[in-house]
């Protein structure tokens, strides 16, 4: 293949998230949940005929798949590499102003800024401590590429994560993911996604509103301790968060 080829594609895939409201669709997906095409149509403030045709667009470029279950139509991104494309994305862009108005959208932009999914895994704060304190501790290792060490699999094992399903998992193991507020990577791959199911396994955390994530009164004491970092530093401050980031 030549580097024009080549090139045509990536240009032919920067054009789908070169318009504002496709690019916002894809964020909204990063819940990692299935939308219903009216519900993305509301989201980006658009009608749904518009919508639908920025729908069909994502869909045969490859970034969302569709089910339909009756006269309902639902999407998704289309896996975790397109997720962390999204995300990465976004962590490169110009920062917006941090948001501004009421109260509610104040803390509401704070809390997604905290902690949050991206896709399948934590984002935001807590996910970039999480990942920070695993290398910290020598579970994680970046010698030579991002791997898990043995410490890090007995961790894992002794959280309760299916440690089999891991090691025979088609994606990588662990990956780490540009974060769109912090500007620095969180835990991605299969690790990342075990352990964010395995939390709220635990009640350890719960949804929040849209993408959020919060950490439950017990969640907080306990992940510190199996992350051996201070309670403190896992607390939520319900203030904007920073120009530099992005929630």
Known sequence: MSA???GRGMAELAALLADGTRAGICL???????WTAGELARRAGVAPSTASDHLTRLVRGGLLVEERQGRHRYLRLAGP???????????H????PAPTGSLRVTTAGAALAYARTCYDHLAGRLGVLMYDALL?????DRASGLTLTPDGW???AG?????DVLRSARRPVVRDCLDWTERRPHLAGALGAALCRRFTELGWTARGTGRAVRLTPTGRPALAETLDVP????TFTPSPPPTSGRA
């Open 159 to 163: 959280l309760g994560v299916p440690v």
């Open 93 to 96: 862009a110009p920062a917006p």
């Open 4 to 6: 024009v080829t080549e």
């Open 231 to 234: 309670e403190e530093t896992l």
């Open 28 to 34: 909204a997906l990063l819940d990692g949940r299935a």
């Open 154 to 156: 007995a961790w894992a």
């Open 81 to 91: 590499s397109v997720a962390q494309l999204i995300e990465s994305l976004a962590g």
């Open 136 to 140: 910290a501790d020598g579970r994680l």
